[in-house]
């Protein structure tokens, strides 16, 4: 099974972005810390810059609240990046995804 992040990788990566796993582990904190404290992946294309928070579906809201918390979401939001929670799950066996955009 692939990861939420691996899937979202594919998806942004099919509609023409090129995209980049940018949440890195810390193996002294035993934590995996997300670029700016909320953004798992960068994608770049189609004219804009996208900042994509991967989870599972029932983790969409945990992670809204996440990125609204973000202590760097001002400077994000004035660099022009969109922001995207993808939260994925299976549907008759195949995963889909609910995308959120972050207003």
Known sequence: MSSP???SLALLRERGYTAAVVE?????AKIRQD???CIDVVAVGNGETVGVQA????DVSKRLE??????ALPAIRAA??????????KVKGR???REVGVS
Do not use: D
């Open 5 to 7: 992040t691996q899937r």
């Open 24 to 28: 890195r582990w810390n193996p002294y």
């Open 35 to 37: 670029l700016f404290g």
């Open 55 to 58: 989870c599972h579906y029932s």
């Open 66 to 71: 996440k990125i609204g918390n973000a202590e």
């Open 80 to 89: 022009g990046w969109r922001l995207l929670v993808m939260g994925w799950h």
């Open 95 to 97: 995963y889909v995804v």
